[in-house]
């Protein structure tokens, strides 16, 4: 046969064979997909259910297509890439040049001749008449097939406008059409390939398929991956009958690897059998939502569940509660825990680091993995790194090959947790799947049938909101279910969430009614329900809120607590807000080192040590004494992930559910007698007809950093009234009074800058809706999506960050990272800036440059950041006490 002339893998040298055969490596990947889609398995049922066809029938059908994924190779322009030692290949066509991947040169094959291999009996099909609507809708379907397979390198092609002869050619030893066409014939035969003709002719079944292709498209990543894998597939290239070598090669071959990469099948799900089976045998009384989450009625299908309640009411177990009940009836083969920040990912993973045990047996061997971008530092996650795979030859400059690209993925990348049985990380890395960045079709693959966990709901801005609302859509549409975690949704958005989801259900919603809290909510297909709770007496509180009006009344109120023996955390809203106030109490404070400051802008080696000082100093199981007199000055990142309570609060004025959640950090465990939690916000003098300028009077930055100011007014309105943050009773009023429908009393000093910001979410949603995938179009190329140059984030930010890692100069005058020494130095020596902070900073001398680009070479993790040697900057400076400030006049 033709067809063993081609090589499909190439090595640069060493012993062995020097190439495998194309048509050998085809039937590795598909022998891949073919035990990933086995029939017992869930996804491979629900997609088969979706297409109405048999689980057995979709296997054979799409594995004959994901063998066709690499028909690309078939051209001697690629052939012309590498010339193997040793193997009988067609020579090289140098007239042929290859200036296009091989992807887009499969795509451009099947094009040109499916038509034809139809006709004449190459793919299989008994003979049928089709009328002009016919052939035109089969056109449609085919290439809506085939995208997912020849898009195997993480990103739709198209063959045309290529033309066949530019690429592929004939000698007088080998056609590649002709051995292309052998090829597929075979694989026709030997997948036993079963056409459903009368389904590729429905526009129905067409658009089921195209919602389906996402993640169709995110399988054949992965077998594409692990079927090129030499550790597991050994190059062959002797001539062998393709029977032969799919029985006795490829398929057991596949089956080792897949046990070897823990692919081979899922993990066992061990029922839910109460709280006390999660902490040792234990008696544990569930709080109300608990006991809900553990006695509500599972319904059939993907289901959404939103759980709101006041912070330490037992959130996260409750839904780890629904995620075990869930999976073990069958909704979901896995669970992905998304947060805010990389904060609360981090400490979530240390929380669920022994819990996450109990969902699956341990002789499942259940993969447990963190992702975000500073995932290496936790040493943990670093442990259970896998090894990566050995390379085969790349292709060409830019075009890498699979094994490089898995390398890559798995190895240096957070996206490896969306496809472990439980993952932590941000909620970014699974917008990430609707957004064009490559390979986002194998994210959506891992988070298909996972039980996805989302927590703070309420802190997304309207552009994540949109996104969110997306992704749960599809997310209900693949066979998913979903728990959302918050301590503050206004109803406007938990509307939104659930009609979402009904969307991807393709069912009616209906408004939700409910005003109770605590509150969960149960959506699904058949109906909803919304089921108000009961609250916890020790999470009930009333935190008394006073009033200061300068930052001077603030400094001495925090001192005058020091003196009394407390602990103290002001809450600034900006990090140069922080500076400032932290220099002015450290001066005065009886034991400077009693101080902390916690912000943005220190290298991440910093960071880490401040978080540890915190927790220390002012955690649960900190002392009277460690506790006694500490000051803690810090931006939000101090409310967002750190399990530590102080004795009094002082605030900057801002929206109400941020200040829900800094009060939540107010005498938050059980400490014997101290005075009432209060928390002394400072904010401008109240005025009932404040002008634009009303917040930039006393606080500049936080206007800067809220630029609707309305919704600190409406906040400062709604606390003077009730003179109390009092939860759970007074939740629902706090936050409709800041979120609600309130815009007709609104002062007129305020319309304007309300109205533009209204416009600036209304902008924010279109640009969610512009950046994202149209996922009901299917896996398709969308040229004005699909650009390699352009950069779309999951956050939308008034401008791009640049990542900046901090030099110094060493006794001997070389330079070296400020974390030098450390595991994972580079990025510990790194932070990350806007880019206007980022261009005030004075750029690497040119003497150090050499210096500079070794050390980019050594360290992978700084080919792309920004060096600053702040021995160097007269305009902004550097300390382990302060981060990174800058001059007043800069």
């Known amino acids: 046969m033709l067809y063993f002339l081609y090589w499909g893998k190439a090595k640069p040298g060493g012993t062995g064979a020097s190439c495998h055969l194309l048509p050998y490596h085809s039937l590795d990947v598909a022998a891949i997909g073919w035990y990933l889609l086995a029939p017992e398995r869930p996804l491979t049922q629900h997609l088969a259910a979706r297409l109405e066809m048999s689980p057995e029938s979709l296997r054979r059908f799409l594995v004959f297509l994901l063998g066709l994924h690499d028909l690309g190779k078939f051209s001697r322009a690629f052939q012309g890439q590498a010339q193997p030692e040793g193997a009988n290949l067609v020579p090289t066509l140098s007239r042929l040049a290859y200036i296009e991947r091989h992807d887009r040169l499969g795509a451009l094959l099947w094009e040109t001749c499916w038509v034809r291999w139809l006709r004449d009996g190459t793919l299989g099909w008994t003979e049928i008449t089709l009328d002009g609507k016919a052939r035109g809708q089969l056109k449609n379907t085919q290439a809506s097939l085939m995208a997912p397979m020849f898009g195997h390198h993480g990103k739709p092609v198209t063959g045309s406008p290529l033309t066949l002869e530019n690429f ?86 596949a089956e080792k690897a897949l046990r070897a990469t823990g692919f081979d099948q899922l993990p066992l799900v061990v029922p839910y059998a109460g709280l006390h089976a999660w902490f040792d045998g234990n008696a544990v009384t569930p709080t109300p939502l608990q006991s809900q989450a553990e006695s509500i009625e599972l319904a059939s299908g993907p289901q959404l569940f939103i759980l709101e309640d006041v912070t330490g009411a037992g959130k996260t177990e409750a839904a780890c509660i629904l995620a075990q009940r869930l999976l073990a009836e069958g909704h979901g083969d896995g669970l992905y825990f998304a947060l805010p920040t990389m904060a609360t990912s981090n400490a979530m993973y240390s929380r669920l680091g022994n819990l996450h045990h109990h969902f699956f047996s341990e002789s499942s061997h259940p993969s447990f993995v963190l992702a975000h971008g500073a995932r290496e530092l936790n040493d943990e996650f670093s442990k259970a790194l896998a090894a990566t795979h050995p390379n085969d030859s790349d292709y060409d400059k830019g075009e890498f090959t699979a094994s490089a690209q898995c390398n890559q993925w798995l190895a240096d990348s957070r996206k490896k947790a969306l496809l472990a049985e439980v993952g932590v990380g941000t909620i970014d890395q699974a917008l990430m799947g609707l957004l064009p960045f490559r390979h986002q079709s194998l994210r959506l693959y891992g988070l298909a049938r996972k ?206 559910d941020l200040l829900i959640q800094r009060a939540g950090r107010l005498q938050r465990h059980s400490r014997g007698h101290r005075r009432s939690p209060t928390l002394l916000l400072l904010a401008p003098e109240w005025s009932d007809a404040p002008d634009d300028q009303w917040l930039r009077h006393a606080l500049p930055g936080t206007q800067a950093v809220y630029r609707d100011t309305s919704l600190c007014w409406f906040t400062q309105r709604v606390l003077r009234e009730l003179g109390a943050i009092r939860m759970p009773e007074g939740a629902r009023t706090l936050i409709e009074s800041v979120y609600g429908n309130v815009s007709d009393q609104l002062p007129d000093g305020l319309l304007d800058t309300r109205w533009e910001q209204l416009g600036t979410q209304r902008m924010a949603a279109s640009m969610a809706y512009f950046n994202a995938l149209e996922m009901e179009k299917g896996y398709l190329l969308d040229r004005q999506k699909w650009q390699e140059e352009q950069e779309i984030g999951t956050r939308l930010t008034d401008e791009p960050t640049v990542n900046v890692v901090l030099l110094r100069v060493d006794d001997q005058g070389g330079l070296e990272l400020w974390a030098a020494g450390k595991p994972h130095a580079a990025m510990l020596s790194q932070l990350k800036l806007r880019q206007s902070q980022a261009g005030k900073l004075t750029a690497l001398p040119p003497s150090y440059q050499f210096q500079w680009e070794a050390l980019q070479e050594s360290q992978k993790a700084l080919r792309f950041v920004q060096p600053w040697l702040a021995d160097t900057d007269s305009t902004c400076q550097y300390s382990m006490l302060l981060g990174l400030s800058f001059n007043a006049n800069n």
């Not at 398929?209 to 594409?224: H, K, M, N, P, R």
């Not at 997306?470 to 066979?479: D, F, K, P, S, V």
Request: proline letters at 4%.
């Open 168 to 253: 592929f050619g004939q000698d007088e030893i080998s056609d590649d059409v002709e051995a292309s066409r052998q090829f597929v014939k075979d694989l026709t035969r030997i997948i036993g390939v079963d056409w459903p003709v009368e389904k590729l002719l429905s526009d129905k079944w067409h658009k089921e398929f195209q919602s389906l292709s996402w993640t169709i498209a995110g399988w054949a990543v992965l077998s594409d991956w692990l079927g090129s894998n030499q550790e597991y597939f050994e190059y062959r290239q002797e001539p062998m009958s393709l029977e032969k070598y799919w029985e006795y090669y490829a398929k057991p071959r």
């Open 451 to 656: 039980v996805l966990i989302v927590d703070e709901v309420h802190a997304y801005d309207i552009y994540m909101q949109t996104l969110l609302a997306q992704l749960l859509a599809y997310h209900a549409r693949q066979g998913g279910s979903a728990i959302l975690l918050t301590a503050t949704l206004p109803a406007r958005m938990r509307q939104s969430l659930a009609e979402a989801w009904k969307a991807g259900l393709g069912v009616e919603g209906g408004p939700l009614e409910c005003q109770d809290f605590p509150l969960l909510t149960h959506v699904h297909r058949q109906s909803k329900q919304e089921i108000p709770l009961a609250s916890r007496p020790e999470v009930s509180r009333s935190v008394a809120v006073e009033w200061l009006t300068q930052e001077g009344q603030a400094v001495e109120d925090v001192l005058a607590a020091v003196d009394a023996g407390e602990c103290v955390a002001w809450v600034r809203n900006t990090v140069d807000d922080a500076i400032r106030a932290f220099e002015a109490i450290r001066e005065r404070h009886p034991d400077p080192e009693h101080c902390l400051l916690f912000h943005s802008r220190f290298a991440m080696v910093d960071r880490q040590r401040i978080e540890s000082e915190v927790l220390a100093r002012l955690g649960k199981e900190s002392t009277p004494d460690q506790r006694r007199g500490q000051v803690l000055i810090s931006t939000q990142v101090f409310q967002e992930s750190l399990d530590c309570d102080v004795d009094l609060m002082v605030s900057d004025l801002a929206p109400i």
